[in-house]
């Protein structure tokens, strides 16, 4: 990757990352971030209306409807998209952007069900276009393509077959590995 893209794809990953922390602020702590003026308010639950003190306002039900089904609520990946949204401004040595990149791009929401962790959807379902068999066919590849991010593959494609939605959903190179292995 050159270095133009990196920079490009770092950002709008962290202009998603920004939007996913303030839909899922809006979700569960009824934090409304104003997208005129920036300012956060607690949503008045009572009224079906959010206005700003900047004049902004909008029915709730327009609001919700501007995010619902997209992907950007955080569910069991917040502290990946928040980890990333805190740290990326921060970098500025391009290798470890791509890093970062990189990482973000290749956890998973993440889920302890008393001791058993219970592996969900990779946390780039969140932040790319495409269903769940492209994303993850793209993280492979991506993975794989990038000599400077030796194994990453291996500990994403670990994590992945150890999820157990992920035998629907085979990486054909990955189950080479699978079979190799056994
Ligand atoms: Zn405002």
Known sequence: MDLEI???VG??????????LQVTAAHDEVKITCPTCGAVFVRNVEIDMLSCVCGWEVAWEAYHRTYHGRQHYAANAFDVFSGYARDFPKLSDPQFKMVAIDQLL????????????VIGRPAASNLIK??????????????????DLAGSQTAWRETFHRADWSENFPIHSGDENRRNRN
């Open 6 to 8: 990196i920079v490009r």
């Open 11 to 20: 950002w709008a990953l962290y202009t998603r990352c920004e939007t996913i």
């Open 106 to 117: 290749h956890k998973f929401h993440l889920q302890l069900k008393e001791t058993t962790l």
């Open 130 to 147: 495409g269903n769940l068999r492209e994303v993850c066919a793209f993280l492979d590849a991506l993975s794989s393509e990038n000599p």
